[in-house]
């Protein structure tokens, strides 16, 4: 018997899209934050309250503030607040 050459591989997507204020120079933009396993697991339930606990955490060093923010780990979603932030996010992407 021949061995399958190809293997089925689980992917899990996990990030966060945020805008926030930079600190030098202080500008409004749009990021993404790719999590590492180690992220999912420091942000634990993956709710909106434990996603801003880390970004608040992990961000402080980079962002006078986060203003607004999108996350995805696996099949959850954690929407933006404010209607115009995906506008906004996906603009900084083009």
Request: proline residues 4%.
């Amino acid at each position: 018997m021949t061995p399958n050459p190809y293997q089925e591989v689980t992917v899990r997507e996990a990030y966060i899209n945020l805008i926030g204020i930079k600190k030098v120079p202080p500008v409004k933009l749009g990021d993404r934050l790719v999590l590492s396993d180690d992220d999912i697991q420091q942000i634990g339930e993956f709710t909106r309250e434990s996603v801003q606990r880390f970004l608040l955490e992990k961000e402080k060093e980079q962002y006078q503030s986060i203003l607004d923010f999108a996350a995805v780990c696996g099949d959850i979603v954690v929407n933006w607040l404010q209607e115009d932030s995906e506008t906004f996010f996906q603009e900084q992407e083009a």
